[in-house]
């Protein structure tokens, strides 16, 4: 277990190959990161917990004595480590911030009992077990949250981004993961499906798209090859009646954006807008998986600044708008009008893109200003849908083209908001 290329505690691990190198490099650099301060870490040492979390049957080798094994045989021995791995296996992302956790709870836990020499070195089997146990309740709740975020950036369809692209986030992500507000949001998200997303396709008949079935007519560019079997005069009079087999042929059509504004004025405060923020996260899957742009914009007696996230989101972009939704908290009066014209202003400037939806999540508490609202939206050409939390407003409800109203804060109220979209 010296230096870089050291030997660790596993089977077939090559510790010399490079890849390896750079994972126990990697997690390495993340524990130092979350621990705020270097840490005595052999490369070796955190390949082994890397590999104990990322592999589905890791072998230990045969030895006894060696400085570190206390603490690899104390974790392969733990009933939780299944649990996590289940979380990590076969996820190089997952896997690294959760070695990197696991390493540096150890060192912190290490240091209080005043062992200074290195990760497992000085202590006992007994001892170690304790250290790895309390370790792995703090890697226990990190890497669920880790996973729920990685799966939202994703939208939901795992190895869509690159985990290189992902492992450049893994601090700002461990951030999330540890943030109360967001923990709240995820846990309304919790086991949220893709097929509950309710995924619409929108397609237009095109006879130079692609087939979707098949229908009578005579459109000679659309004419199933069956007909050229046929005698020329029954051809001829298939042809005048328009009875040729003909192919269905369409294009799907692009949808445009989704536009979400969010109260986030005082009387929104707590499970309220806890509960908003899961619904507009859950709108951006279903952008991202529509192939659609993403807009969001909160508000309360003024709009604040807009976020924007593309077709086909980076992890950072989806990071960032996870992090600014989970940042804004309820305060303020409200002006729904003033909200609902600039994000008009927004589409009909191109600040966001044409033919948008505009969501807008609020409890209601506000007089509209009906016929300026209704004016804008019809300059911008675009749709209002309201979602109503636990309250009414019956000018909202003469302005919107949808309008739902929810009474319970809960999954079941998200889905028939998205449902609703």
């Known amino acids: 277990?010296?230096?870089?290329?050291?030997?660790?505690?596993?089977?077939?691990?090559?510790?010399?190959?490079?890849?390896?190198?750079y994972r126990g490099w990697r997690v390495r650099r993340l524990a130092e990161k979350l621990a705020g301060r270097r840490l005595n870490l052999q490369g070796a040492l955190a390949v082994d917990v890397f590999y104990i979390l990322y592999l589905p049957a890791p072998v230990p080798r045969e030895g006894a004595g060696e400085p570190g094994r206390e603490i690899i045989e104390a974790l392969l021995d733990s009933p939780n480590l299944p649990v996590i791995r289940g979380k990590t296996l076969m996820d190089s992302f997952t896997s690294s911030i959760a070695a990197a956790v696991f390493l540096s709870e150890v060192k912190m836990l290490e240091a209080a009992l005043g062992h200074t020499q290195g990760a497992g070195r000085g202590v006992d089997y007994s001892e170690a077990r304790r250290i790895v146990e309390r370790a792995l309740t703090t890697v226990s709740m990190d890497v669920e949250n880790v996973k729920m975020l990685k799966s939202i950036a994703e939208g939901l369809e795992p190895g869509s981004l690159s985990?290189?692209?992902?492992?450049?986030?893994?601090?700002?992500?461990?951030?999330?993961?540890r943030d109360v507000d967001a923990r709240r949001i995820l846990e309304v998200l919790r086991g949220l499906k893709p097929w509950e997303l309710g995924i619409?396709?929108?397609?237009?008949?095109?006879?130079?798209?692609?087939i979707t079935g098949y229908e009578y007519g005579r459109d000679i560019e659309r004419v199933a090859p069956s007909n050229l079997a046929l005698p020329e005069d029954v051809f001829y009079i298939k042809y005048l009646q328009r009875r040729l087999l003909l192919y269905e042929k369409a294009v799907e059509e692009s949808m445009g954006p989704v536009y979400v504004l969010l109260d986030k004025s005082g009387s929104m405060d707590g499970t309220k807008i806890t509960w908003g923020k899961a619904v507009a996260v859950s709108l951006y899957l279903k952008a991202v998986r529509t192939g659609r742009?993403?807009?969001i914009r909160f508000f309360d007696s003024q709009p604040y600044p807009l976020l924007r996230v593309r077709r086909r989101p980076r992890p950072g972009e989806a990071l960032r708008l996870i992090d600014h939704v989970v940042r804004v908290k309820g305060a303020g009066g409200t002006d729904i009008s003033r909200a609902i014209i600039t994000a008009c202003t927004d589409i009909r400037t191109g600040s966001a893109g044409r033919e948008s939806d505009i969501v807008l999540i609020t409890d209601g508490v506000d007089r509209i200003a009906e016929s300026m609202v209704r004016l804008n939206l019809k300059k911008a050409d675009a749709r209002l849908i309201t979602v109503m939390v636990m309250g009414d407003n019956d000018g909202l409800k003469r302005v919107s083209q949808k309008y739902m109203s929810v009474e319970k804060l809960d999954r079941e109220s998200m889905l028939r908001v998205i449902e609703l979209k």
């Not at 230096?3 to 490079?18: M, N, R, S």
């Not at 619409?200 to 692609?210: I, L, S, Y």
Request: proline content about 2%; glycine content about 14%; cysteine-free.
């Open 1 to 21: 277990m010296s230096g870089e290329g050291g030997t660790g505690f596993l089977k077939g691990i090559d510790y010399g190959d490079p890849v390896v190198k």
């Open 163 to 177: 985990q290189l692209s992902f492992e450049e986030d893994a601090v700002e992500v461990l951030r999330l993961a």
């Open 200 to 210: 619409e396709k929108r397609r237009r008949r095109f006879k130079h798209g692609e």
């Open 293 to 295: 742009e993403f807009y």
